[in-house]
């Protein structure tokens, strides 16, 4: 089970952290996704973590704007912005790669990210 | 990189089949067998409905398949039912990074 955190309302320039629980023993042993959906548009890659030694790889669209980070101990992995965009507005997912290291099998619930004035 | 393209929209009856294209290059869909569909109802989270260009998870009805020809991979819906009314992505895999399409919606009739 993928359990993301609650919808943040933030001003343009704040920072954010938000999170993603997976439970199950194997957490640590897969990858797992970040993926943002903008209001009424399609799906974005920004990057993937890996929990276990917390290797990391960004989508050179997304690279430098965001920060991937895990707590293997908690099972939780994290996305974090130091200056928020009203451009970053929008759904964050969490996907696991459990089954496929090129196929995202478990989705979180989402998290609604408003940057507004 | 650009995305993948698929068409906006595409529709059909109860019961037909359907067939959803997703196009790319040489240097994603072209190069790799990392072919994944996801189907996203309203206000729910995406759902893998096929990886590995034909690979059906478990739980993923049978009327769901997965092809690809060239630098273009396809999804057929048979049976079509009023649960498929949703949008689908396509995604690949390409130089070590994912690239999704713009996404379609199918319309059940």
């Known amino acids: 089970q993928v359990v993301q955190s609650g919808a943040e309302l933030r001003k343009p320039g704040e920072s954010l952290k938000i999170s993603c629980n997976v439970s199950g023993s194997r957490f640590g042993t897969y990858w797992i996704a970040w993926v943002r959906q903008m209001p009424g548009k399609g799906l974005e890659w920004l990057g993937i973590?890996?929990?276990?030694?917390?290797?990391?790889r960004y989508s050179p669209s997304f690279q430098g704007q965001v920060t991937f980070s895990a707590a293997k101990s908690i099972n939780t992995i994290y996305l974090q912005w130091t200056s928020l965009k009203a451009s970053d507005t929008g759904i964050y997912y969490c996907?696991?790669?459990?089954?496929?290291?090129?196929?995202?099998?478990?989705w979180g619930q989402g998290t609604l990210v408003t940057v507004s004035s | 990189q650009s995305a993948l393209t698929q068409p906006a929209s595409v529709s059909g009856s109860p019961g037909q089949s359907i067939t959803l294209s997703c196009s790319g290059t040489s240097s994603d869909i072209g190069r790799h067998n990392y072919v994944s569909w996801y189907r996203q109802h309203p206000g729910q989270a995406p759902q893998l409905m096929i990886y590995d260009v034909t690979k059906r998870p478990s739980g993923i009805s049978n009327r769901f398949s997965g092809s690809k020809s060239g630098n273009t991979a396809s999804l057929t819906i048979s049976g079509l039912q009023a649960e498929d009314d949703a949008f689908y992505y396509c995604?690949?895999?390409?130089?070590?990074?994912?690239?999704f399409g713009g996404g379609t919606k199918v319309t059940v009739l």
């Open positions: 973590i890996y929990p276990g030694d917390s290797d990391t």
């Open positions: 996907a696991t790669l459990f089954l496929d290291p090129e196929a995202f099998d478990n």
């Open positions: 995604c690949s895999y390409t130089s070590r990074r994912v690239l």
